[in-house]
């Protein structure tokens, strides 16, 4: 079974930084590209950032409002892909999901449940 | 970047009747591989979205077929045929063409009557 667990939220003060985990089980981690999208509170969903697989470079992309302050990086001998969130500021209040990405379909099909992220002082 | 817009933004339907969903992308997502990359994601309340259709009109594993996806272009359409009360949460639309950043509708919220 295809699991994706996010942790690493809480309470942070602006300017701030914090690092979120996604530990991954059930699938071969290092085949998937993996992704980090976000909901504000009461809010839509956002693309935060992806990270794929070594087979396609490695290589990350970032939407407009983070790039420069979070990088997603991953460790595929331990299934775990991280989002590093420099210099929060409160629009960065969000829960953040962690997702896989499968490249035959073009597809995130599962998501994690999701870890909260509060910037507030 | 893209801007996907959906209609209506919310509905509310009696059980056993259809519903349907529209979403428009400011570009076409139509992709030179031949394929369009329009996906329907599905958060029921308090949970993670969850992916129903893929490609337009692939039902994603587990999908129960009163779901369909139609259109191509930039007009989408989410029916379902019969609605049920586990069909209750926000519809999203989101387009994987024109990256980055992949984009989302703003969600069409589904309630029961």
Redesign the interface.
């Known amino acids: 079974e295809v699991q994706l667990v996010e942790s690493g939220g809480g309470l942070v003060k602006p300017g701030r930084s914090l690092r979120l985990s996604c530990t991954a089980s059930g699938f071969t981690f290092g085949d998937y590209a993996m992704s980090w999208?976000r909901q504000a509170p009461g809010k839509?969903?956002?693309?935060v950032?992806f990270i794929r697989s070594k087979a396609y470079g490695g290589t990350t992309?970032?939407?407009?409002s983070v790039k420069g302050r979070f990088t997603i990086s991953r460790d595929d001998s331990k299934s775990i892909a991280y989002l590093q969130m420099n210099s929060l500021k409160t629009e960065d209040t969000a829960v953040y999901?962690c997702t896989r990405f499968e490249y035959s379909?073009?597809?995130?099909?599962y998501?994690?449940?999701?870890t909260l992220v509060t910037v507030s002082s | 970047d893209i801007v996907m817009t959906q209609t209506p933004l919310s509905l509310s339907v009696t059980p056993g009747q259809p519903a349907s969903i529209s979403c428009k992308s400011s570009q076409s997502l139509l992709h030179s591989d031949g394929k369009t990359y329009l996906y329907w994601y599905l958060q029921k309340p308090g949970q993670s979205p969850q992916l129903l259709i893929y490609e337009v009109s692939s039902r994603f594993s587990g999908v129960p077929d009163r779901f369909s996806g139609s259109g191509s272009g930039t007009d989408f359409t989410l029916k379902i045929s019969r609605v049920e009360a586990e069909d209750v949460g926000v519809y999203y639309c989101m387009q994987g063409i024109h990256l980055p950043p992949y984009t989302f509708g703003q969600g069409t919220k589904l309630e029961i009557k």
């Open positions: 999208f839509g969903l956002e693309w950032g992309e970032y939407a407009a999901y379909s073009s597809l995130f099909d998501w994690g449940q999701g």
